[in-house]
């Protein structure tokens, strides 16, 4: 039987900078406008699981028109803090780092 091979999961070494800043600033800037964009399409998708959950059946101006209770909009709230800790996370090491 062949020895099972485990791979590191975390990489090692330097980070390579391949950027000046104004592009790191830039691809930042791209990175965070993607980011707005998945939190929007998560909450559209929830959307969509709670109108099904409760009908069984939608259409367009039900997903529309669907305005979030308190407790869902906090539940979307803390989503979107976690999604962008786990996005700025590596900044934020950085700047611990320093």
Do not use: C, H, W
């Not at 039987?1 to 104004?22: F, Q």
């Not at 699981?49 to 039900?62: F, S």
């Amino acid at each position: 039987m062949a020895k099972k091979i485990t791979l590191p999961r975390v990489a090692k070494g330097k980070n390579l900078i391949y950027l000046d800043d104004n592009s790191v600033d830039n691809i930042l800037a791209m990175v965070m406008t993607l980011t707005q964009e998945i939190s929007v399409l998560t909450d559209r998708l929830d959307t969509i699981e709670n109108l099904m959950a409760k009908k069984g059946q939608i259409n367009i101006d039900d997903i529309n028109s669907f305005e979030p209770d308190n407790e869902l909009q906090e539940k979307r709230s803390e989503r979107r803090k976690i999604l962008l800790k786990r996005v700025l996370l590596p900044i934020e090491k950085a700047l611990d780092s320093k």
